[in-house]
C-alpha cells in the first residue's frame, strides 16, 4: 500500500484537501470529481468532501477507498496526468483541521519532561492529565507566523504528537481504542510559563498559559493510522534557529496513545476530528539552566518520524505586560 498523507493548504484563494503522495500533491476535492476517478470508484453516488472534517465524518467510507484511488492514482506513474496537480512552492499551508470540535491537550507526560520541570524529584500524574485548547483561534498551519501575546514573556516550545480521531468514542476498550484513530500529525503546544509554572501563585491559570492566539501549530498533514506502525515508538525533536532542543522519543511517555485515548472517552464522547496532544518530552525552555524562552526573530521546526516538518516563525507583539 503505498503511503499518503493529507493536509489543508490555501490554493487561489480557497482552502483545500491536498494529498500528498511520493512527493507529488493533488487537490484531493478535484482528483475525486474527475471521471478517471469517479468512474473507475462509482463516486457518482457519493458526497465528495471539500474538507478534512468532512471526510472525517465519513472516514470508515475513505479509509477504504482512499488507499485505492492512490495505488489507481500512481500507477505506472498515472499521477503526472491526473487532474488536480499542484504546485507545492506556492501551498500556503493551513491547519490540516478547520476546525476540530475539541483539541485536548496531555501534561506531565513524558518521563525527562517530568524530571526536567521538578528537578528530579517529580512524581508522575495517577491519570493522564488534561486541559483544552481553543481550536478556532489556537490552530494556526505550517509556515503561520506565531505572534507572542502582549501578556507574557516566558514564552516556550513544546513538540508533540497529535491524535485525530476517525468516529464516535465513548467508553470504547482494548483492541477498539486504536480503531478509533484516523491519524496522527505534529503538534506543538506553545506555552507561557510565566502564567502556568509559578510556584508562588496559587493554581494555574490554563488559559493565559496556553490559549493565546496561534498558540497551536499543527501540521503540515495528517498521516493516516495504517501507515504508522508503533504509535509508542515515533522519534520526535524539535529546533529554534537550527539549534536542537528536543530530541526524544514516544517510547518515553507515561501514558500511551491506547491509554490516553481510552481515559478520555471514559469522560466524554470522541468525536470524528477531535484531536489530542500527547505531551512533549524533555528540552523545553522552562527546563534548562538558564531557562530559555522565544524571542522575536526565532524560527521553530517541529517533527515526528514519517509525519512531517512542522515550521514556525515567531515575531513580536505590540508590548508586554507581564503578570501583576
Known sequence: MLKYQIGTALVSGRATIVLCCQETYLDLH??????????????????????????????????????????????????????????????SWLPPLMYPRKLICIGTNYWGHIAEMSGGTGKPPARPYSFFKPPTTTLIGSGTPFTMPEYARMIDWEVELAVVIGQRAYN?????????????????DISARDWNAQPTRVGIDWVMGKAANGAAPMGPF??????????QNLHLTLSVNGELKQNSSTADMVFGVREIVEHLAAIMTLEPGDVIATGTPAGVGYGRKPPEFLKAGDYMIAEVEGLGRLETPVLRPIHFLGPQ
Open 30 to 91: 478535484a482528483l475525486l470529481e474527475s471521471s478517471q476517478v469517479k468512474q473507475a470508484f462509482s463516486l457518482d453516488r457519493v458526497d465528495i468532501p471539500t474538507s478534512l472534517m468532512q471526510m472525517l465524518e465519513q472516514w470508515q467510507y475513505w479509509k477504504e477507498q482512499l488507499p485505492q484511488i492512490v495505488e489507481h492514482v500512481f500507477a505506472q506513474g498515472s499521477a503526472n496526468e491526473v487532474a488536480g496537480r499542484l504546485d507545492v512552492d506556492v501551498l
Open 172 to 188: 470504547v476498550r482494548g483492541d477498539a481504542v486504536m480503531d478509533c484513530i484516523a491519524g496522527y500529525s505534529v503538534f506543538n
Open 222 to 231: 495528517i498521516t493516516p493510522a495504517a501507515f504508522v506502525e508503533d504509535p
